[in-house]
């Protein structure tokens, strides 16, 4: 028998994924095109999820935010056909300053039925170092460009004040804008199917099946979560020590009650003068990730989920940070929240819960100027290895959890920095013993073919890593290498800033994922 409400999901899910592959296809910066560092999704007129890409968790837990300071800041019922809405305030829902949320309504006929969100990294905001990811930043005003919910555009186009503004910022304008025009062509192409459903169903229909998505999705949450024993489930994990800086660790209780999770952070450390800090979507996104995984693939996935999760957060935290906090660098802390999230709902649920995950990427932003003396400026997402699970090995050389992101080609690196990729393998070993073993991280050397490349490296888990689960083993750390043309050997930090020379070789070793159970056994 056919199930209407799961037939409608799907149909909007669909579309969220029209917009998804929309923005990977016609995107002009190789971090969207080629590494896939971008999320979409619908929102129902109230601000609640109503339908999820295929895409990087961390940046669809960050988009209920953005969205309900834009409805905060321009009530629903003030919006027309056509209007455009931007943000990417970290302390407005967002997650770091390159990624810019851009909102549309949706209407169908004279009445607003929903919102189109898209987030998407963009290759540079300004900031103290080309791509906006400065490792030596202190303070979110090293960071770059920081735009509160403002209407950037209307009648479907941007406004010539809000173009000005993001040209006079960034080192990369063109690239910029031009991803920023494809987020509005991905929201319009899914505004288009939102529209011929509503008009399929009647609208009033329409929002009467929507209301009744959400509230199945929250009865069948409720129900998983009631299976489970009420805890308290306890989990830890702490990022790679810096030199007076103070530890950076995350601490997590869980607690399962009348079928809510209850996600309490109190004990993490304070933020930092650093940019390892996250803010609320940080946190938010490893529990959503977990209680999917928890729920399974059969999940409707939508707002009504995100009713049952409750979150409590120490302010001006790593887990929470206040303003002025840095927080370009917040993708490792917030997998070590995620790792520590895991490991406290593997005592509730084992059978289902793997190992963790690395718990790191690199990200590494490359510019400067070539032989023409023409600027240059690309990112590279460089992931570890997914953590051994209780039926199967873990995967090698994928971005895990919270990210999705994928690795970056030599053909797209080559074609935008005067770099050559001398080599991209496995890093074998790496991943913790098991009996599933970890996956291998990656190792990726790159040559510089000129003088004056800059490089902004962040990575993690150098000194401390996964700890494996059920007997099973840690994996090997990651490592930073330049190797100059000259001999000289220079091991870096998980965060540095360097300048590479003619001939000069970086060697970037990222960390396998944690083993589960015994080996041998």
Same mark, same amino acid.
């Not at 961390?58 to 056509?82: E, N, Q, S």
């Not at 080609?409 to 599933?436: K, T, Y």
């Not at 040559?447 to 059920?470: M, P, Q």
């Given at each position: 028998?056919?199930?209407?409400?799961?037939?409608?999901?799907?149909?909007?899910?669909?579309?969220? !994924?029209?917009?998804?592959?929309?923005?990977?296809?016609?995107?002009?910066?190789?971090?969207?095109?080629?590494?896939?560092?971008?999320?979409?999704?619908?929102?129902?007129?109230?601000?609640?999820?109503?339908?999820?890409? /295929?895409?990087?968790?961390?940046?669809?837990?960050?988009?209920? =935010?953005?969205? =309900?300071?834009?409805?905060?800041?321009?009530?629903?019922?003030?919006?027309?056909?056509?209007? $455009?809405?931007?943000?990417?305030?970290?302390?407005?829902?967002?997650?770091?300053?390159?990624?810019?949320?851009?909102?549309?309504?949706?209407?169908?006929?004279?009445?607003?039925?929903?919102?189109?969100?898209?987030?998407?990294?963009?290759?540079?905001?300004? @900031?103290?170092?080309? @791509?906006?990811?400065?490792?030596?930043?202190?303070?979110?005003?090293?960071?770059?460009?920081?735009?509160?919910?403002?209407?950037?555009?209307?009648?479907?186009?941007?406004?010539?004040?809000?173009? =000005?503004?993001?040209?006079?910022?960034?080192?990369?304008?063109?690239?910029?804008?031009?991803?920023?025009?494809?987020?509005?062509?991905?929201?319009?192409?899914?505004?288009?199917?939102? %529209?011929?459903?509503?008009?399929?169903?009647?609208?009033?229909?329409? #929002?009467?099946?929507?209301?009744?998505?959400?509230?199945?999705?929250?009865?069948?949450?409720?129900?998983?979560?009631?299976?489970?024993?009420? =805890?308290?489930?306890?989990?830890?994990? /702490?990022?790679?020590?810096?030199?007076?800086?103070?530890?950076?660790?995350?601490?997590?209780? $869980?607690?399962?009650?009348?079928?809510?999770?209850?996600?309490?952070?109190?004990?993490?450390?304070?933020?930092?003068?650093?940019?390892?800090?996250?803010?609320?979507?940080?946190?938010?996104?490893?529990?959503?990730?977990?209680?999917?995984?928890?729920?399974?693939?059969?999940?409707?996935? &939508?707002?009504?989920?995100?009713?049952?999760?409750?979150?409590?957060?120490?302010?001006?935290?790593?887990? &929470?940070?206040?303003?002025?906090?840095?927080? &370009?660098?917040?993708?490792?802390?917030?997998?070590?929240?995620?790792?520590? +999230?895991?490991?406290?709902?593997?005592?509730?649920?084992?059978?289902?819960?793997?190992?963790?995950?690395? @718990?790191?990427?690199?990200?590494?932003?490359?510019? @400067?100027?070539? %032989?023409?003396?023409?600027?240059?400026?690309?990112?590279?997402?460089?992931?570890?290895?997914?953590?051994?699970?209780?039926?199967?090995?873990?995967?090698?050389?994928?971005?895990?959890?919270?990210?999705?992101?994928?690795?970056?080609?030599?053909?797209? #690196?080559?074609?935008?920095?005067?770099?050559?990729?001398?080599?991209? !393998?496995?890093?074998?070993?790496?991943?913790?013993?098991?009996?599933?073993?970890?996956?291998?991280?990656?190792?990726? +050397?790159?040559?510089?073919?000129?003088?004056?490349?800059?490089?902004?490296?962040?990575? /993690?888990?150098?000194?401390?890593?996964?700890?494996?689960?059920?007997?099973?083993?840690?994996?090997?750390?990651?490592?930073?290498?330049?190797?100059?043309?000259?001999? !000289?050997? !220079?091991?870096?930090?998980?965060?540095?800033?360097?300048?590479?020379?003619?001939?000069?070789?970086?060697?970037?070793?990222?960390?396998?994922?944690?083993?589960?159970?015994?080996?041998?056994?």
């Amino acid at each position: 028998m056919s199930d209407p409400a799961r037939i409608l999901q799907l149909r909007l899910d669909g579309l969220a !994924e029209v917009m998804q592959q929309t923005l990977l296809r016609c995107a002009v910066s190789p971090v969207v095109r080629e590494g896939a560092d971008a999320s979409c999704a619908l929102f129902t007129r109230d601000g609640e999820v109503l339908a999820l890409s /295929e895409a990087i968790p961390l940046l669809l837990g960050a988009l209920p =935010g953005t969205v =309900g300071a834009i409805l905060d800041a321009y009530p629903a019922d003030r919006m027309k056909p056509g209007d $455009i809405f931007v943000t990417n305030d970290p302390f407005s829902g967002g997650t770091h300053l390159p990624d810019i949320a851009l909102v549309q309504p949706v209407f169908a006929g004279e009445q607003l039925v929903a919102l189109t969100a898209s987030l998407l990294h963009h290759q540079d905001v300004g @900031g103290s170092r080309a @791509g906006s990811v400065p490792p030596d930043a202190t303070e979110i005003y090293h960071e770059g460009l920081r735009l509160p919910p403002m209407q950037a555009g209307r009648e479907g186009a941007f406004s010539r004040e809000f173009a =000005g503004l993001i040209r006079a910022a960034s080192r990369a304008p063109e690239v910029v804008m031009g991803d920023l025009e494809t987020q509005i062509a991905a929201g319009h192409r899914a505004a288009e199917g939102v %529209a011929r459903i509503a008009a399929d169903l009647g609208t009033a229909e329409f #929002l009467k099946n929507v209301a009744a998505l959400l509230d199945r999705a929250e009865a069948e949450t409720e129900a998983m979560l009631a299976r489970l024993p009420s =805890g308290p489930f306890l989990g830890a994990d /702490e990022l790679d020590p810096v030199p007076a800086l103070g530890s950076c660790a995350a601490k997590v209780a $869980i607690t399962i009650a009348e079928g809510r999770l209850t996600a309490d952070f109190e004990g993490s450390s304070p933020q930092v003068k650093a940019p390892v800090n996250c803010v609320r979507s940080g946190p938010l996104s490893a529990v959503l990730y977990a209680v999917l995984t928890l729920a399974g693939p059969e999940a409707l996935r &939508n707002g009504g989920i995100l009713r049952r999760i409750a979150l409590r957060l120490p302010e001006a935290s790593v887990v &929470n940070a206040s303003p002025p906090a840095a927080v &370009n660098a917040r993708m490792n802390m917030v997998r070590c929240i995620t790792s520590a +999230v895991l490991q406290a709902l593997a005592e509730a649920d084992a059978a289902r819960m793997p190992a963790a995950n690395s @718990g790191m990427s690199y990200v590494i932003a490359f510019s @400067g100027r070539d %032989a023409q003396g023409q600027p240059f400026l690309s990112t590279e997402i460089v992931a570890g290895g997914a953590g051994g699970g209780p039926y199967r090995d873990g995967a090698s050389g994928i971005s895990t959890d919270v990210g999705n992101a994928m690795n970056i080609s030599a053909e797209a #690196l080559e074609s935008l920095v005067p770099m050559r990729l001398l080599s991209a !393998e496995r890093r074998r070993g790496s991943g913790g013993a098991g009996q599933f073993r970890g996956g291998d991280g990656i190792r990726r +050397v790159y040559e510089a073919l000129t003088d004056g490349i800059a490089a902004s490296i962040r990575g /993690e888990r150098f000194a401390r890593v996964a700890k494996g689960a059920h007997g099973g083993g840690s994996p090997v750390g990651s490592a930073a290498t330049v190797l100059r043309a000259n001999g !000289e050997i !220079e091991h870096l930090t998980a965060r540095s800033a360097i300048t590479l020379d003619r001939g000069d070789r970086l060697v970037i070793e990222s960390s396998g994922g944690a083993g589960y159970g015994q080996p041998g056994a």
